[in-house]
């Protein structure tokens, strides 16, 4: 995919998402509250329990874009710090809060400065002290390395146009023993990217679903082990809605990673291509390259 395509693609997810938060918010100045962002059964707050969708804001609500409810199968703890690629208006941020309790933490990372003034109102509302919410690309985390105990997503991987990037920077921030719980979009083997895009557009969460294949060994060749991918429901002809789950391992390959840090250039290995990650877990590849005064930090 060239770099002018990336930049288009990535320029119109971000315009629909900005597009969705000023409906909510202009339809809460209404009298009538927040309008729902239009979408069908297979996505948006009818995919969340009545009573987790009556304990939250209406604006968190009706901001709701996904494809399931990753907080119902994250199997949240007490105490844990979780992070939320793609936080939208906030709902699965805002019920991981709830999960997780005053002891624990709650990152929610979006691109689109509307979301997340949308977002920190919706904490507001809801009284939640313990969410964060930062805006940086899902292909780049603002976080140290090793701090998350899980990521969730809903949603939002299909809509990267660099996946391997996403799960290389899950990798890096989870914990030892970390894990995912993840709802996505993922298409049949048997379908080709270009019959993925003749089923929806890539900003409505269809053409750039990966396979049950792909989606596989990209999460293996990240790292991730005891990899589940688990449909749910049809979203397309070919195409599902589907839990995904997998495990940072407790003790990774030290000969593995001792090569990884042969080959690294600019405080990051694989420099300047799209599987690039940090040689140090506990930066971020801007910090990384930053560090080491690289000279192509692009």
């Known amino acids: 995919m060239s770099e002018q395509t990336t930049t288009d693609l990535r320029e119109t ?23 729902p962002v239009e979408v069908d059964e297979n996505f948006g707050s009818t995919l969340y329990a009545a009573d987790e969708r009556d304990a939250l804001p209406a604006e968190a609500v009706a901001a709701s874009l996904g494809c399931g409810n990753p ?53 507001e509302k809801a009284g939640a002290t313990n969410v964060e919410f930062l805006k940086g690309a899902i292909e780049a985390i603002p976080l140290p390395g090793n701090t998350i105990d899980v990521v969730i997503s809903n949603c939002v991987i299909n809509l990267s146009t660099d996946k391997p990037a996403v799960f290389a920077e899950t990798f890096r921030v989870l914990k030892p023993g970390g894990r995912i719980g993840i709802s996505d979009v993922v298409a049949d083997d048997t379908l080709t990217p270009a019959q993925r895009g003749e089923r929806g557009d890539y900003v409505g969460c269809i053409a750039g679903a990966l396979s049950f294949a792909e989606y596989r060994e990209d999460l293996q060749a990240a790292g991730f082990a005891d990899v589940e991918i688990t449909p749910t429901h049809a979203v397309a002809d070919g195409m599902h809605s589907a839990i995904v789950r997998a495990v940072k391992p407790v003790t990774v390959d030290t000969h593995s990673e001792e090569a990884e840090s042969a080959d690294a250039c600019c ?5 300047c291509t799209s599987a690039e990650t940090s040689a140090d877990p506990a930066l971020t590849v801007p ?12």
Request: with cysteine; aromatic share 2%.
């Open 13 to 35: 997810v971000r315009r629909r998402y900005a597009a969705a938060a000023v409906k909510v918010t202009e339809g809460n100045a209404a009298c009538c509250g927040p309008e």
């Open 71 to 123: 907080t119902a199968v994250a199997e949240l703890r007490s105490g844990e710090h979780v992070l939320d690629l793609g936080s939208g208006g906030g709902i699965d941020v805002l019920l991981s809060a709830r999960r997780v309790g005053p002891t624990g933490k709650v990152y929610g990372l979006d691109m689109t400065d509307e979301m997340l003034a949308l977002a920190l109102a919706n904490a």
């Open 267 to 271: 405080g990051v290995n694989a420099c």
């Open 287 to 298: 910090e990384a390259k930053s560090a080491s005064g690289c000279g192509c930090q692009s």
